[in-house]
């Protein structure tokens, strides 16, 4: 009995952290990023990511993605979606399933790929790791969102 209570009671905590973020206000689940954008009037930032092996996004997530005015920026103009593929963590084999779609759709050529997608899903910008820190990747940002 206290097995179940405690399986009840934990998986609506694992689905709420799937669709509602992780990492903070990180969203894995594409469809809701979009749903979150068109509500909140938004772009949706996709972070093609390998967040266990791969040297630039762990340097992209330290340098940019961790720093407040990041953090403030994205607050007022972005909904975040990480799509991650790691090498010694495994999502559930739905996750890497979706990731795999989104990262075929997109044609990513690497890691890390980020995309800005408007909530109708037209691409606004392709980029990836940009030098200069976090001041220096708004800028970059907001050159395709205003």
Known sequence: MKKLL?????????????????????????????????KENKVVLINFTGSDWCGWCKRLDREVFAKDSFEKFAGDKLVLLKVDFPKYSR???EQMEANERLRVKYRVPGFPTIFLVNPEEKVLLQTGYVPGGADNYVKHLSEKIN
């Not at 934990?10 to 954008?37: C, F, M, Q, R, S």
């Open 91 to 93: 999502p559930s084999k």
């Open 6 to 38: 405690v399986t009840l009671l934990l998986v609506p905590t694992l689905l709420g952290a799937a669709i509602a973020g992780e990492n903070g206000d990180w969203l894995t689940n594409y469809e809701k990023a979009l749903e979150v954008a068109k």
